[in-house]
């Protein structure tokens, strides 16, 4: 029997999350999950190059051409049903999408914020802009979250987080990269592998690690 499920990478810019996933699966850290396609929602994104610099089917959908979300959103379905997703993952995913992508691939889609949910996220929050609200209130942690995706912004189910201390010169760039590198690139490839060994139960908006 065939054990391996197929995940879609979701992308929009530098695609640094997506190389940790591709270097994760090299080392045989996602488990039984293969990186099968990487979608962009921008046609210049650098994660395109990674991800055909591996060998790995790249597609664009850009969110410009579509009039709505939920016109969008549709078509993000339909292109994931026809790459026979069994696991979605948003990395630098820039797009927000409606319950019609969300409910298909409910507690199959995940997302890595660049901040400890629930601070300094939602509607907004995204990249460098979260590092620089951080910063702005003076926060001494931040960190990376892993969660679920629901059709509310960065409110679904919490997987993995992990903290990372804030230093007192430190700029939204600086953060940034310490982020990514002490967290980010950590606990993205460790939830993808729990969610593809079927290690993640979710009840009650709360998961549990099997
Ligand atoms: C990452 O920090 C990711 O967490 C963040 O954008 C960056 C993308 O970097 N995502 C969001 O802010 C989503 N709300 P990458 O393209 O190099 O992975």
């Keep these: 029997m065939n054990n391996t499920k197929n995940i879609v990478v979701l992308v929009s810019g530098g695609g640094t999350n997506l190389q940790a996933l591709i270097d994760a699966e090299k080392r045989g850290e996602l488990g039984c999950g293969k ?5 962009s929602s921008k046609e210049d994104a650098y994660a395109l190059t990674r991800a055909a610099d591996n060998g790995i089917k790249t597609r664009v959908l850009v969110r410009k051409n579509y ?8 078509a993000m379905r ?6 026979n997703a069994d696991i979605v993952v ?4 820039m797009t927000i999408l409606d319950e019609n992508v969300c409910d298909a691939f409910e507690n199959r889609m995940v997302n890595v914020h660049p901040a400890l949910i629930p601070s300094f996220c939602g509607k907004g929050y995204y990249g460098l ?6 910063l702005k209130k003076g926060v001494k942690v931040s960190g990376a979250t892993v969660h679920f995706v ?3 912004c960065d409110a679904g189910p919490i997987i993995l987080q992990k ?8 700029t939204p760039e600086t953060l940034q990269l310490r982020i990514m590198q002490e967290a980010e690139w950590k606990i993205l490839p460790k939830a993808v592998q729990l969610l593809c060994d079927g290690k993640i139960v979710v009840e009650n ?3 549990y690690i099997k």
Aim: hydrophobic content about 40%; charged content about 30%; glycine content about 2%.
């Design 67 to 74: 009039d709505n979300i939920a016109s969008y959103s549709i």
């Design 78 to 83: 339909d292109a994931l049903i026809e790459e």
């Design 163 to 170: 903290a990372v201390e804030v230093l007192d010169d430190d």
């Design 90 to 93: 948003y990395a630098g995913f």
């Design 205 to 207: 908006n709360r998961t």
């Design 129 to 134: 802009h979260v590092h620089e609200e951080a």
């Design 35 to 39: 990186i099968s396609c990487v979608i």
């Design 150 to 152: 629901t059709a509310e």
